[in-house]
Protein backbone atom coordinates (compact mmCIF):
# COMPACT_ATOMS: atom_id res chain seq x y z
CA UNK A 1 0.00 0.00 0.00
CA UNK A 2 3.00 2.13 0.93
CA UNK A 3 4.46 2.00 -2.95
CA UNK A 4 1.19 2.66 -3.89
CA UNK A 5 0.65 5.89 -2.15
CA UNK A 6 4.40 6.60 -2.80
CA UNK A 7 3.69 5.97 -6.89
CA UNK A 8 0.67 7.94 -6.82
CA UNK A 9 2.81 11.20 -5.18
CA UNK A 10 5.33 10.74 -7.79
CA UNK A 11 2.52 10.66 -10.70
CA UNK A 12 0.57 13.59 -9.51
CA UNK A 13 3.77 15.96 -9.41
CA UNK A 14 4.63 14.82 -12.82
CA UNK A 15 1.32 15.91 -13.83
CA UNK A 16 1.62 19.07 -12.03
CA UNK A 17 4.77 19.77 -13.36
CA UNK A 18 3.03 19.16 -16.95
CA UNK A 19 0.28 21.35 -16.16
CA UNK A 20 2.12 24.45 -17.46
CA UNK A 21 2.72 23.15 -20.59
CA UNK A 22 -0.82 22.70 -21.59
CA UNK A 23 -1.75 26.05 -20.04
CA UNK A 24 -1.37 27.68 -23.08
CA UNK A 25 -3.37 25.52 -25.42
CA UNK A 26 -6.67 26.00 -26.18
CA UNK A 27 -9.11 23.64 -25.11
CA UNK A 28 -9.63 22.09 -29.16
CA UNK A 29 -5.65 22.12 -29.66
CA UNK A 30 -3.28 18.94 -28.10
CA UNK A 31 -0.34 20.81 -27.39
CA UNK A 32 2.98 19.11 -29.12
CA UNK A 33 5.85 18.93 -27.03
CA UNK A 34 8.84 19.85 -28.93
CA UNK A 35 12.61 19.72 -28.59
CA UNK A 36 12.54 22.77 -25.85
CA UNK A 37 10.11 21.43 -23.76
CA UNK A 38 11.76 18.03 -23.82
CA UNK A 39 15.61 19.79 -23.05
CA UNK A 40 14.10 21.47 -20.47
CA UNK A 41 12.85 18.85 -18.42
CA UNK A 42 14.48 16.07 -15.83
CA UNK A 43 14.46 12.77 -15.79
CA UNK A 44 11.59 11.53 -14.48
CA UNK A 45 9.16 14.14 -16.96
CA UNK A 46 10.86 12.68 -20.17
CA UNK A 47 9.41 9.40 -18.61
CA UNK A 48 6.08 10.58 -17.96
CA UNK A 49 5.90 12.04 -21.35
CA UNK A 50 6.99 8.31 -22.75
CA UNK A 51 4.93 6.68 -20.08
CA UNK A 52 1.90 8.40 -21.51
CA UNK A 53 2.94 7.84 -25.27
CA UNK A 54 3.05 4.08 -24.69
CA UNK A 55 -0.63 3.82 -22.38
CA UNK A 56 -2.29 5.90 -25.60
CA UNK A 57 -0.42 2.68 -27.68
CA UNK A 58 -1.78 0.02 -25.33
CA UNK A 59 -5.49 1.81 -25.42
CA UNK A 60 -5.82 1.72 -29.22
CA UNK A 61 -4.69 -1.50 -28.83
CA UNK A 62 -6.86 -3.17 -26.19
CA UNK A 63 -9.51 -0.89 -27.64
CA UNK A 64 -9.39 -2.30 -31.48
CA UNK A 65 -8.80 -5.95 -29.92
CA UNK A 66 -8.43 -8.44 -32.73
CA UNK A 67 -9.59 -5.84 -35.39
CA UNK A 68 -6.51 -3.30 -35.82
CA UNK A 69 -7.24 -0.56 -38.26
CA UNK A 70 -5.21 -0.09 -41.29
CA UNK A 71 -1.71 1.29 -41.89
CA UNK A 72 -4.25 4.00 -43.98
CA UNK A 73 -6.09 4.43 -40.40
CA UNK A 74 -4.01 4.83 -37.98
CA UNK A 75 0.17 4.61 -37.35
CA UNK A 76 -0.20 3.06 -33.49
CA UNK A 77 -0.22 -0.82 -34.61
CA UNK A 78 3.08 0.65 -36.78
CA UNK A 79 4.84 2.63 -33.96
CA UNK A 80 4.50 -0.28 -31.65
CA UNK A 81 5.85 -2.84 -34.14
CA UNK A 82 8.69 -0.31 -34.91
CA UNK A 83 9.37 0.17 -31.15
CA UNK A 84 9.22 -3.58 -29.98
CA UNK A 85 12.03 -4.08 -27.39
CA UNK A 86 12.75 -0.32 -26.44
CA UNK A 87 12.75 0.13 -22.97
CA UNK A 88 11.31 3.78 -21.48
CA UNK A 89 15.15 4.30 -20.71
CA UNK A 90 16.68 3.54 -24.24
CA UNK A 91 13.44 5.84 -26.05
CA UNK A 92 14.71 8.56 -23.44
CA UNK A 93 18.35 8.44 -24.32
CA UNK A 94 17.73 8.21 -28.35
CA UNK A 95 15.62 11.16 -28.40
CA UNK A 96 18.27 13.12 -25.83
CA UNK A 97 20.77 11.78 -28.46
CA UNK A 98 19.31 13.30 -31.56
CA UNK A 99 18.59 16.74 -30.13
CA UNK A 100 22.10 17.08 -28.53
CA UNK A 101 22.86 16.01 -32.22
CA UNK A 102 20.40 18.87 -33.50
CA UNK A 103 20.70 21.13 -31.38
CA UNK A 104 19.32 23.74 -34.15
CA UNK A 105 16.07 21.74 -34.54
CA UNK A 106 14.59 22.05 -31.19
CA UNK A 107 11.49 22.86 -32.59
CA UNK A 108 11.14 19.60 -34.18
CA UNK A 109 8.65 17.28 -32.13
CA UNK A 110 9.30 14.31 -29.75
CA UNK A 111 6.93 11.92 -31.65
CA UNK A 112 8.31 13.10 -34.71
CA UNK A 113 11.65 12.06 -33.50
CA UNK A 114 10.26 8.87 -32.28
CA UNK A 115 8.59 8.07 -35.16
CA UNK A 116 11.01 9.00 -38.02
CA UNK A 117 14.40 8.08 -36.34
CA UNK A 118 13.73 5.07 -34.06
CA UNK A 119 10.30 3.68 -35.41
CA UNK A 120 10.40 3.86 -38.94
CA UNK A 121 14.03 2.64 -39.73
CA UNK A 122 13.28 -0.45 -37.64
CA UNK A 123 10.20 -0.96 -39.47
CA UNK A 124 12.01 -0.73 -42.68
CA UNK A 125 14.87 -3.11 -41.47
CA UNK A 126 12.22 -5.75 -40.04
CA UNK A 127 10.63 -5.65 -43.32
Known amino acids: MRVKTRMFA ?4 ICMSLG ?6 RAA ?6 GEQWT ?4 AVKKAYLVGLA ?4 VQSAYQGSNP ?10 LAKGMQGQTLDSVR ?7 AANPTKLRHPV ?17
Open 55 to 58: NMVQ
Open 93 to 99: EGVDRWY
Open 20 to 25: PLAAPA
Open 40 to 43: GSNE
Open 69 to 78: PSDEQSFLPR
Open 29 to 34: EIPIVT
Open 111 to 127: LDIIWFEMAVPRLQKNK
Open 10 to 13: VIAA
